[in-house]
């Protein structure tokens, strides 16, 4: 019985050493270094994590970098040309059709009738996209941050700031305050903010003339960061009624980019029962002053600087694509003898640098 069991152990283990002696050398190697593995715990090395690296932006008013990328590259879709046929049809083979905008404030109308959606009191905005590309590969335009006295002003109580005005004619006062600000004086204000009844901190806008800057200095402690009036922030000049127009009847432009070299911009360019040529005359001026953030020396190679521009009137959902040419070439056509020289700094100034 034992010498069966013997024999039966050693028959096994001569087809094993056969089956092995078959097999290709490296592959009995790799068999082997299986086995022995086998006899303990496997333990892998864990392979090192690759990210990829996100180009940074350095900005001169912020030390934080903003983890932005460039914009992908979209390929030209296949379209039919042609005119469609019937009112309804694919928009994603035919070309999106292109409007003045004299026509889709027309469309928009339609919509905002009284038997529809009822809101002849609806905002009209742009939506623009802009190119932010500089003449540097590595520079981007820096975000639009502005404030722009309309043509045609259309009040927007829930975005009233308060505002207090500093300044040394009482006539100027006297018109400031007829203007909407909160307060406006001179030396009675001053003494007010030393004996803190009044607090410059808790309004929206500090204002000042040039004439009265200098009185300021010893209320300055009470002006913490960006409220005391200042020339870059558009609080400080010599007319005083002018900069209280500006932040009463003006209003606020910000740009918000999404890729490095794109940036949105919603502005509002007045009601939808507005004349056609208060709303034509409102946008030109807001297109114009947008044009104007691009630097100069960027070449007509990198593309115009507004891409897309389409009209809205929240709440209805509806976006007509407005070409914008008429409103450039017209800039272009009347542009001021002032406008043509600007030096380097003021170029540089508007542009971001990528960190190599």
Do not use: W
Not at 3 to 19: G, P
């Amino acid at each position: 019985m034992a010498a069966s069991i013997i024999t039966q152990v050693i028959d096994a283990s001569v087809i094993r050493i056969r089956l092995v002696s078959l097999l290709p050398s490296a592959f009995a190697a790799s068999l082997h270094t299986t086995i022995s593995r086998n006899k303990g715990k496997q333990r892998y090395k864990e392979a090192p994590s690759i990210s990829a690296e996100k180009p940074k932006i350095k900005s001169k008013q912020s030390s934080k970098n903003v983890d932005l990328v460039m914009s992908p590259e979209i390929k030209p879709g296949k379209y039919d040309d042609s005119t469609p046929v019937d009112n309804v049809y694919f928009m994603k083979y035919y070309r999106r059709p292109v409007y003045s905008l004299t026509e889709a404030i027309e469309m928009h109308r339609q919509y905002a009738d009284p038997m529809m959606l009822d809101n002849m009191e609806g905002l009209l905005y742009l939506n623009m996209q802009l190119n932010m590309q500089s003449k540097k590969k590595t520079k981007f335009v820096r975000d639009i941050d502005t404030r722009l006295k309309i043509l045609h002003p259309f009040h927007d109580t829930s975005k009233r700031k308060s505002i207090i005005a500093f300044c040394k004619n009482p006539d100027d006062a006297a018109k400031a305050l007829e203007l909407g600000v909160d307060l406006a004086g001179h030396t009675d204000l001053i003494k007010k903010v030393e004996q803190k009844d009044i607090i410059p901190a808790e309004f929206d806008v500090c204002l000042s003339t040039l004439e009265t800057i200098p009185d300021l200095v010893s209320i300055k402690k009470y002006m913490p960061g960006f409220s005391f009036p200042s020339t870059p922030n558009g609080t400080l000049g010599t007319n005083i009624v002018e900069l209280v127009e500006l932040f009463t009847l003006g209003y606020e432009f910000k740009s918000e980019k999404i890729y490095l070299d794109v940036a949105k911009l919603d502005a509002a360019i007045g009601r939808i029962n507005f004349t056609n040529q208060q709303l034509d005359e409102n946008a030109a001026v807001l297109i114009e002053r947008v044009c104007s953030h691009r630097p100069k020396d960027v070449g007509t190679n990198k593309g115009p600087f507004i891409i897309d521009c389409f009209l809205t009137c929240p709440p209805s959902g509806e976006q007509f694509k407005i070409d914008t040419t008429e409103f450039t070439e017209q800039k272009k056509s009347t542009s001021s003898e002032g406008t043509e020289n600007e030096d380097e700094e003021s170029d540089s100034d508007d542009e971001l640098e990528i960190e190599s």
